[in-house]
């Protein structure tokens, strides 16, 4: 089954404690990104990832590292979580940055940041 | 850089009654949109995309689209509401960001309720 999965789905943590929140596809897509998603914001970029160790910033980078060291997977890092990054996490992939391409989202990971 | 507005925070219908899910989008060129749906607790599914052509488009669930490029707008209609549609709405525009790359952006949403 075609599919993006996300570790853990759900993780309670404690500020300054480093943690890592995978994302991995089956589908060889290229294009891999990450999002945030908060009450009454929507969704916001917070990275992206247009191929195998190519990744730039989306809209709200700070606080957050990524790698992309095979195209399937794309974690993402807290190296110092804060509680204002206590968030609902996506990772998102499709197989191209043409813009009629689909992302297609993972579950989502619940992060709460004591 | 492109915005996209969806005016409604929340919106409540009866079972069976018609709805409109308004979107309204900033870019200098005709953008790609996109409709998606998040039921609770779950990631978002596509229902929907426009990128050429015909500017009513059909999507899965019996929902569908309209583009107007006069008026800047993508809602997102249904003739018969289900009570699984309850769920929240994001319009996202992909929209040509430079260095040979696009960025989605989407609004803040749209949550639908449905009284029985």
């Known amino acids: 089954e075609a599919q993006v999965t996300q570790n853990p789905r759900y993780l309670i943590t404690v500020t300054g404690k480093k943690l890592t929140v995978t994302c991995s596809q089956n589908m060889n897509h290229e294009y891999m990104s990450w999002y945030r998603q908060d009450p009454g914001l929507g969704l916001r970029q917070i990275y992206y990832?247009?191929?195998?160790?190519?990744?730039d910033k989306g809209d709200v980078p700070e606080g957050y590292k990524v790698s992309r060291k095979e195209k399937r997977n794309f974690p993402l890092i807290l190296e110092s979580p804060s509680p204002n990054q206590t968030s609902l996490y996506f990772c998102?992939?499709?197989?191209?940055?043409?813009?009629?391409?689909?992302?297609?989202f993972g579950p989502g990971t619940r992060l709460l940041v004591l | 850089a492109q915005s996209v507005t969806q005016p409604d925070i929340h919106i409540t219908v009866s079972e069976g009654a018609s709805l409109e899910l308004r979107c309204n989008y900033s870019?200098?060129?005709?953008?790609?949109l996109f409709w998606y749906v998040q039921s609770p607790g779950q990631g978002l599914q596509l229902l929907l995309k426009?990128?050429?052509?015909?500017?009513l488009v059909q999507g899965i669930k019996g929902f569908e689209a309209e583009f107007k490029r006069s008026q800047s707008s993508f809602n997102l209609r249904k003739p018969s509401v289900h009570w699984s549609d309850a769920a929240e709405y994001f319009c996202?525009?992909?929209?040509?960001?430079?260095?040979?790359?696009?960025?989605?952006?989407f609004g803040k949403g749209t949550k639908l309720s449905v009284i029985p």
């Open positions: 998102a992939s499709s197989f191209g940055l043409a813009g009629a391409e689909t992302q297609y």
């Open positions: 426009y990128f050429s052509g015909d500017t």
């Open positions: 996202a525009v992909d929209a040509y960001s430079g260095a040979g790359s696009y960025q989605l952006t």
């Open positions: 870019y200098g060129a005709t953008p790609y």
């Open positions: 990832s247009m191929n195998v160790e190519v990744t």
